[in-house]
């Protein structure tokens, strides 16, 4: 089966400065954390993000697309039980 994305809801980790947020594989959920430095990658942002909350969150809203494209790519090349998104995973 795919992994979708039907729940919309992220959360910031303030101790590890990114973004969490759950895919689902059929049945199963699947928790990703996206760290800041993927999101300022993927963002090809001219001005690092201080990776404050406000920065994150909206960075990750904006980029929500990519995001997913890379989350489906990565689950479908290796299953674990969670994922760490970092700057290396985008192009």
Do not use: W
């Not at 992220?10 to 954390?33: A, I, L, N, Q, T």
């Amino acid at each position: 089966m795919a992994l979708n994305f039907p729940n919309p809801s992220r959360s910031f980790d303030e101790g590890r400065k990114g973004v969490r947020f759950v895919g689902h594989d059929g049945v199963f959920e699947v928790p990703f954390f996206i760290e800041a430095d993927a999101l300022v990658k993927a963002s090809k942002a001219a001005r690092p993000l201080d990776a404050s909350q406000d920065d994150c969150l909206s960075a990750f809203d904006r980029l929500r697309p990519a995001i997913h494209d890379v989350a489906r790519e990565i689950h479908g090349n290796r299953r674990r039980s969670s994922y760490t998104l970092n700057a290396s995973d985008f192009r």
